[in-house]
């Protein structure tokens, strides 16, 4: 550590007017909680737990912090583990999008004002470690992330199930009544049965696939189960690294990079992963000036093709992504297309990670560039008149024959309209339509829910219908899968066109096909929907941006 520089419970002593007094009270309150002297001398290492009785992803984080702490001690530095707002993705209301940028907010100020050398981001639900990489990237503290991990699989009648693929999977079977009542109350208790996150590729992965491709957590550790013995193991080599950092002094700005952000684009191509990645990776790229383009996000699409066979894009899962060679695999898999002079949280470039191949890659499931999985990226952004600034396709997922169509627009004004509607056996709708949702943008009221996977409608699930293209400016879970356009931008809460459209992956297209006068008479007729009348909420609707921008803050983002 620079010697000019306050270390430890030195640093950003308390305002009394009087240094020596505000470090000798400090002292006086750390040594109530038993420290020695020579271990308050230490580095302080902070440890950001994202845990709460509300947050079922993260209930083995008691044992996983305790492993950082022997990492931290081991390497020399004082260990003290502070909590954050904790996001459990399927407990919140309306979305836990509304609640990352506070959550961003809490990490951020919290990395700042405490007396931290160098911090440990332990999160791993959907929104929490974005929440916390945009957070430690505008603190500017040397950081480092490790996540919770995937769940396992379990069993139903001989068949695997994974959160949450299989969820949306059955529940479709229960709506077209496939299966009946009891069946679907015993899968209920067979999908989730671990600790951990989704055992897909669903968003929590994806974004931990992501932030290790940029540099932000150890090597191979982004994949490793949340119940296996290598992710205690990793936890104690992150607070080993986190003192580290404590005396290099590396920060995110150091590690994060236009050519870190664009490896992680490749990255997120690579492996089908999340829509919902495009935001996150948006919003913590944003913190740091940089922008990330939907049109670049296209050119790249087109020359990095879906390297992984996992659920929701293919039929694996996240454990057995790890037993394949996980996040090593797939990096030396794309290394010619990569920027190996990337730094990396250890202080190493890229290059020097990749130097040596994986020992054993299980090529069913991480294919190589000459036989991939797909021959293109698992996304592609679409524009044009329905979507001026954009909107995301996950085509891996999607049917192919659904595109290149023209449809009648089925419109459901929002999610409350579309809950009320969808399953009325009176609802005017064929398998040709294509369902339209608007409202359901990060300005709207909803908070961007994932209400973007619309429901199929019940009579047309019962006839046998498995997909159908569907449009909003909503959110999907990254566990989700169908033709299904999200993120239309400009939202429909500001103004945006969402009515009857036509749509083209080939071109890139997604168009209304309505005349000109018809759209302006529609325009004068429409009217924003009212605000939140207070709070978090109130702020959240008046200052967040839109989706292209990564749905942060105005006032949170680094100007470019």
């Given amino acids: 550590m620079p010697e000019d520089l306050p270390q430890g419970l030195a640093r950003g002593l308390t305002h009394y007017g009087d240094a020596g007094f505000a470090l000798f009270l400090r002292r006086s309150f750390a040594r109530s909680m038993g420290y020695s002297t020579g271990l308050l ?204 950092l404590a005396h290099s002094r590396l920060t995110m700005e150091r590690i994060v990079t236009p050519a870190a952000v664009e490896n992680a684009l490749r990255v997120l191509l690579a492996i089908g992963g999340s829509t919902n990645a495009i935001i996150h990776l948006t919003a913590i790229a944003g913190r740091l000036g940089i922008p990330v383009s939907l049109t670049r996000l296209n050119e790249l699409s087109d020359t990095t093709p879906v390297l992984v066979d996992l659920k929701p894009t293919g039929v694996h899962y996240m454990e057995d992504f790890f037993a394949a060679g996980g996040m090593s695999a797939v990096l030396h898999e794309l290394k010619a297309l990569l920027d190996l002079d990337c730094l990396t949280v250890t ?114 699930a019962r006839a046998g219908v498995k997909d159908m293209v569907r449009i909003s400016d909503a959110r999907m879970s990254g566990t989700a899968y169908g033709t299904i356009v999200l993120h239309v931008s400009p939202e429909a809460a500001v103004g945006g066109p969402l009515a009857l459209v036509r749509l083209s992956v080939r071109e890139r297209r997604i168009d209304l096909d309505v005349y000109a006068a018809e759209l302006a008479l529609r325009k004068t007729r429409w009217h924003p929907p009212a605000l939140p009348s207070r709070g978090y909420q109130r702020l959240y609707a008046e200052r967040v941006l839109l989706a292209e921008e990564g749905c942060d803050f105005d006032f949170l983002r680094q100007s470019q």
């Avoid at 509304?98 to 990395?111: H, I």
């Fill in 41 to 244: 001398g230490q580095p302080t290492i902070g440890i950001a737990s994202a845990a709460s009785d509300l947050n079922n992803c993260h209930r083995h984080f008691p044992e996983l912090i305790d492993s950082v702490k022997r990492g931290v001690l081991a390497a020399g530095g004082l260990p003290l583990a502070f909590p954050t707002i904790s996001l459990g993705e399927v407990f919140l209301h309306p979305t836990s999008l509304m609640y990352r940028n506070l959550m961003a907010m809490d990490v951020e100020e919290m990395c700042r004002a405490q007396p931290l050398d160098a911090v440990v981001l332990v999160g791993g639900c959907d929104k929490t470690l974005p929440a916390q990489l945009m957070g430690a990237a505008s603190a500017r503290v040397p950081a480092i992330a490790l996540v919770a991990g995937p769940m396992l699989t379990s069993r139903h009648e001989g068949e695997r199930l994974g959160a949450c693929t299989d969820c949306r999977r059955f529940w479709a079977k229960f709506r077209s009544s496939e299966v009946d009542r009891a069946t679907i109350d015993r899968v209920e208790t067979r999908l989730a049965t671990t600790a951990g996150t989704c055992a897909v590729m669903g968003t929590a992965s994806t974004m931990a696939c992501v932030a290790e491709a940029l540099g932000m957590l150890l090597p191979g550790t982004a994949a490793i189960p949340a119940v296996h013995a290598d992710r205690l193991r990793a936890g104690e080599a992150t607070g080993r690294a986190a003192v580290a």
């Fill in 347 to 460: 202080g190493e470039r890229l290059s020097e990670r990749l130097a040596n191949p994986p020992e054993w890659v299980d090529r069913t499931i991480v294919r190589t560039l000459v036989a991939p999985f797909h021959p293109v990226g698992g996304l592609v952004a679409l524009f044009g008149s329905l979507a001026p600034n954009g909107a995301i396709l996950k085509r891996s997922a999607a049917d192919p024959q659904l595109f290149e169509r023209t449809g009648r627009a089925v419109v459901f004004a929002s999610p409350d309209d579309l809950a009320a509607r969808i399953d009325d056996p009176a609802l005017e709708v064929t398998p040709e339509d294509f369902l339209v949702l608007q409202n359901a943008g990060p300005k709207s009221g909803y908070g961007m829910p994932e209400s973007g996977y619309l429901p199929l409608p019940a009579k047309l």
